[in-house]
C-alpha cells in the first residue's frame, strides 16, 4: 500500500539534525576537527573573559559598559545573518526528498532547523552561554544578546526562503527588509543614546519582528515549499551565471573562482571603514589608525586572492606554461585582472573616505597609488614564484591559507609601513624599492626562464 503524505516527520529530523551537527562541529578530517576545537577553546575563553569583565564592570569607565553591549549586539547580530550570504550565498534546499511522506510545510520547518547549524552560529552561541554561565546577573543583557542572535538568523533563513523560491514581490520579503532596516537604526541608535538596554518599538520591531515573519513564512510561503512549485536549481540558470556569460573567458575563469574571497574582502571593507568612521568623528583619526589600513588600502583583495592568481587559474596556467612556456601573456593577464580590482577597490575606498570621514583624514587617500603599485609588485612575486594550486571549495576559514604566508605579511607589512610612516619622501621611497623589485621576475618571465618556468609548473601539476 502507498504510503499517504500525512505531513509527519517522524524520527527524521532528530537524525538529520544530529548528522548536521557531526558533519559541521565533527568533520571526519583530522584537521577541520582541531580547527573546530581550537576556535572552540577560544570562544569559551572569550566568553568567560567577557563573564569576568561583566561582574567587575564598576572598575571600567563610565559608559563604557552601553558601549560593549551595543557593539556585542551589533557584532551578534551582523555575523549571525551574514554567515549564510559571504562567503558565498547559500539558497535553502529541501532536506528530505518528495517521495517522503512529509508535507511541504513540515520539509519548510526542518530546513529552517538545520540551516542554524554552523560553525560561525555556533560559536557565538557558545561565547553567549559561557558569559550568561561567568556573570549569571547580567542575565537580561545576554538574554537580549541570545534574542539578537536567533533574530539573525531568522531573518537570513527568511530572505533566502523567499528568493530560493523565487518570492521576492511577496509581501513577507519586503516586511523581512523592513525589520533589516529597522535592526540597522537600533543598532546605531544604541551607540548614539548608550542607555543600557533599549526599549521602544524599533528595538521591538527589529528583534521580534523576524521570528514572527518566520511563522508567517511557515504559514503562508511553506506549503509551497515542493518541487511543483520550486524552480530546480540544475536545470534554472542562475542570476550570476545570466551575468557571468556576458563576460570574456579570462573573466569567467577568474571570478568563478575568486568570487567568494573576494566578497568577504568586500564585506569586511565595508564595515571596518564604517566602524572606522564611527570612531574616528567620536574619539578622532589617531583611535583608526592601527587597523584602517588594512581596509582602506587594497590589502584583503591581494592576501585573499591578487598574491595567488595563478594558483586559482592553475588549470588555464598550466595549459599556457605546455603550449608557450613562460612568455608574457601570463603576466600580461596577471596585470589585466589584478589592475582592474585593485582599481575597483581603490575607487571604493576613496568613495567611503569621502562620504564617512572627516575631512582631516582625506589627504590619506594620497598613499592609494603607492600602496597598488606595491602591492601589484608583491602579487607579481607570489603568484609566480610562490604559486599554490586552489582545487577546493573556498571556505571562510581557510581563504587566509589560499596564499603564500610570507608574502601575505609582507604585504600587510608594506601597507602599513605607507600608512603609518610620517614622512612622504620615505612612503614614496618604500613603494618606488618594492615596484621596482618585480622587475626581477618580468624580466625572468619575458625570456622565459628555464628553472623559473619548471617551478612554477611543478608547483601546479605536482602539489
Not at 118 to 129: A, D, E, H, Q, W
Not at 234 to 242: H, K, N, S
Not at 305 to 326: F, H, I, K, Q
Amino acid at each position: 500500500m502507498a504510503h499517504q503524505s500525512t505531513g509527519r516527520l517522524g524520527h527524521f529530523l532528530p537524525y538529520l539534525l544530529g548528522r548536521q551537527l557531526r558533519a559541521v562541529f565533527w568533520p571526519p578530517a583530522g584537521e577541520g576537527r582541531a580547527a573546530t576545537l581550537l576556535l572552540g577553546l577560544l570562544a569559551a575563553v572569550y566568553g568567560l573573559g567577557f563573564g569576568y569583565l561583566l561582574r567587575h564592570h564598576d572598575n571600567l569607565p563610565t559608559g563604557t559598559m552601553p558601549m560593549l553591549l551595543a557593539g556585542i549586539n551589533t557584532m551578534l547580530f551582523v555575523t549571525v545573518l551574514l554567515a549564510d550570504f559571504l562567503p558565498s550565498y547559500r539558497a535553502v534546499q529541501r532536506p528530505l526528498p518528495e517521495p517522503m511522506p512529509v508535507s511541504a510545510r513540515l520539509n519548510a520547518a526542518t530546513a529552517s532547523v538545520l540551516d542554524i547549524v554552523s560553525v560561525r552560529r555556533g560559536l557565538l552561541l557558545l561565547f553567549l552561554l559561557l558569559a550568561l554561565v561567568a556573570a549569571p546577573a547580567f542575565w537580561r543583557p545576554l538574554g537580549l544578546g541570545l534574542l539578537v542572535w536567533l533574530s539573525a538568523a531568522a531573518l537570513s533563513f527568511n530572505l533566502r526562503l523567499l528568493l530560493s523560491m523565487r518570492r521576492w514581490r511577496h509581501p513577507l520579503f519586503w516586511l523581512n527588509l523592513l525589520c533589516l532596516g529597522a535592526a540597522g537604526a537600533w543598532l546605531g541608535g544604541e551607540f548614539a543614546s548608550a542607555t543600557g538596554l533599549p526599549t521602544g518599538g524599533l528595538a521591538a520591531l527589529a528583534v521580534a519582528g523576524p521570528l514572527l515573519l518566520w511563522v508567517a513564512a511557515l504559514a503562508w510561503v511553506a506549503p509551497y515549499f515542493s518541487a511543483r512549485y520550486m524552480p530546480d536549481q540544475a536545470d534554472t540558470p542562475a542570476a550570476d551565471g545570466r551575468w557571468l556569460a556576458r563576460l570574456s573567458p579570462e573573466w569567467k575563469m577568474y571570478l568563478r573562482k575568486t568570487r567568494p574571497a573576494l566578497l568577504v574582502a568586500l564585506g569586511f571593507k565595508v564595515a571596518m571603514m564604517g566602524w572606522c568612521a564611527y570612531m574616528a568623528h567620536s574619539y578622532g583619526g589617531g583611535s583608526t589608525k592601527s587597523l584602517l589600513y588594512l581596509v582602506l588600502l587594497p590589502v584583503l583583495s591581494f592576501t585573499y586572492v591578487n598574491n595567488n592568481l595563478l594558483g586559482y587559474l592553475w588549470t588555464a596556467t598550466a595549459d599556457e606554461l605546455e603550449r608557450r612556456g613562460l612568455t608574457g601573456r601570463l603576466l600580461s593577464r596577471y596585470l589585466r585582472l589584478t589592475g582592474t580590482v585593485v582599481l575597483a577597490d581603490c575607487l571604493l575606498s576613496v568613495l567611503l573616505m569621502l562620504v564617512l570621514f572627516p575631512r582631516t583624514m582625506w589627504p590619506q587617500l594620497g598613499v592609494l597609488p603607492l600602496a597598488a603599485s606595491a602591492l601589484m609588485a608583491l602579487g607579481i612575486w607570489g603568484s609566480f614564484w610562490k604559486a599554490k594550486r586552489i582545487v577546493k571549495k573556498l571556505d571562510f576559514s581557510t581563504m587566509r591559507n589560499n596564499s603564500s604566508k610570507l608574502v601575505s605579511i609582507c604585504s600587510v607589512a608594506v601597507a602599513a609601513a605607507l600608512y603609518l610612516m610620517p614622512w612622504w619622501w620615505a612612503r614614496i621611497a618604500l613603494a618606488l624599492v618594492v615596484t621596482l623589485s618585480a622587475l626581477i621576475p618580468v624580466r625572468r618571465i619575458l625570456s622565459n626562464h628555464g628553472p623559473t618556468r619548471r617551478q612554477l609548473w611543478r608547483r601546479l601539476t605536482h602539489e
